[in-house]
């Protein structure tokens, strides 16, 4: 193997855990003091006494001209770290293989902004009624309590976890650093970030991501675009991280998980970080078929499941999902029925479904052979929800198996 292929299949190793760490919070260090000098001037010595000398003619003593005062630049604390970032770029260019087509703008936030950001993020890409029914879903699945409050969650869990992120309609991406210096979470974030901007401008990140009544499909495109730049990521960690670093970014990923999982419902978490864990393995299966040529060629053909991007022989062998039709099941049942959501829950969520109530060897197992899928929830006058699901499988005995996990739930 050559020294790109032995780096790149090293990072994945670190993949998860940089990725985990440039999720969590900031890294707090000392800025050095800058102190003033202060230079003393001896007071002179008194001369010994002497006679009076006779006066002579003094002239005036010659004035030296004050300079006049110019004003002093202030650089923005993109201008100062300018430099690092653009060694940092130059390496994701280099190891990427991907030529930037036009120059990359980049903003270092405070944490407040960042909030500020997401903010205004989530109210300009999703409305109530969109959060309310992804609510009304997970919770008719059994995954969400039902007064849980999804709306601010997924504005807290994106603050508080993410350290940067790039829009494609900005053409922009974002650091968050408190400080002036950017330290090794700001490098790492920037080294992915700046990947997803090279991502964009060869493969139109929006396209990619634009799949309308398909979550199932939506995320494993995402896992694609995140999994090529979390993989990047680990290659400059690799290359560049001290093993003190190193052991800070793993005290803080291990950190960052105990508290996810203390705060975050079990299945949002493990759909929000899906595209970072399943995503690097995907991409690097790719990378060994066919080095990064195999990965760009993905762009043009994305994964079509979860399924496909967990199992890289299904996407290999272009294995497609089978599309299935529900009616209209809100004017067949009629009675005061509205349809609330109408998806495709996927391998991955029929496996979180089914673990909810069972263990985790037998919902993999049970979600396996899975091939496709429709479901449609609905709720009457009287607040009840209606969950009715159609699934293909890929073979009658995993259908069975299936089957027979769901009657244990």
């Not at 609330?340 to 829950?345: G, N």
Request: a negative charge.
């Amino acid at each position: 193997m050559t020294r790109k292929q032995w780096a790149i299949i090293g990072a994945l190793a670190l993949a998860v855990v940089c990725e985990l760490s440039a999720l969590g919070g900031l890294v707090v260090w000392d800025s050095s003091q800058q102190t003033a000098a202060v230079v003393q001037i001896p007071e002179a010595s008194p001369a010994p006494p002497t006679e009076t000398p006779t006066p002579t003619a003094t002239f005036p003593p010659t004035m030296t001209p004050q300079p006049t005062p110019t004003s002093t630049r202030v650089f923005t604390r993109e201008e100062i770290n300018e430099p690092t970032l653009a060694r940092i770029a130059d390496e994701v260019i280099a190891w990427r293989e991907l030529q930037p087509l036009a120059e990359v703008d980049f903003q270092l936030l405070t944490l407040a902004e960042l909030e500020e950001r997401f903010a205004e993020y989530y109210a300009e890409e999703y409305t109530p009624e969109d959060i309310e029914k992804m609510r009304q879903a997970y919770v008719t699945l059994g995954l969400l309590d039902e007064d849980f409050d999804l709306a601010a969650t997924l504005v807290d869990m994106q603050a508080e976890s993410f350290a940067g992120f790039y829009t494609p309609d900005e053409k922009r991406l974002y650091i968050i650093s408190e400080y002036e210096l950017v330290e090794t979470e700001q490098k790492l974030t920037f080294a992915h970030e700046y990947t997803h901007a090279l991502q964009d401008q060869h493969f139109d990140l929006a396209r990619l991501i634009d799949v309308e009544g398909n979550s199932d499909r939506a995320l494993a495109a995402r896992s694609l675009a995140e999994g090529d730049a979390t993989l990047l990521m680990a290659v400059y960690a690799y290359e560049n991280v001290t093993q003190a670093e190193w052991n800070w970014l793993a005290y803080q990923a291990s950190r960052l998980e105990e508290e996810k999982v203390a705060t975050a419902p079990q299945a949002l978490g493990q759909v929000s970080l899906f595209p970072y864990t399943y995503g690097p393995q995907f991409v690097l299966g790719l990378f060994l078929e066919g080095e990064w040529a195999a990965v760009n060629q993905a762009y043009t053909y994305p994964p079509q499941s979860t399924e496909q991007v967990m199992h890289l022989d299904k996407y290999i062998g272009r294995d497609e999902p089978q599309s299935v039709e529900l009616p209209d099941l809100a004017a067949i049942l009629g009675g005061g029925w509205e349809q609330l959501d109408r998806d495709v829950m996927g391998e991955l969520v029929t496996m979180l479904y089914l673990g909810e109530q069972l263990d985790a060897g037998q919902t993999a197992k049970a979600a396996e052979g899975w091939d496709g899928d429709a479901y449609v929830i609905l709720r009457n006058s009287q607040g009840q929800r209606l969950l009715v699901m159609r699934s293909v499988w890929d073979s009658a005995a995993e259908a069975q198996e299936f089957s027979a996990a769901f009657s244990d739930y």
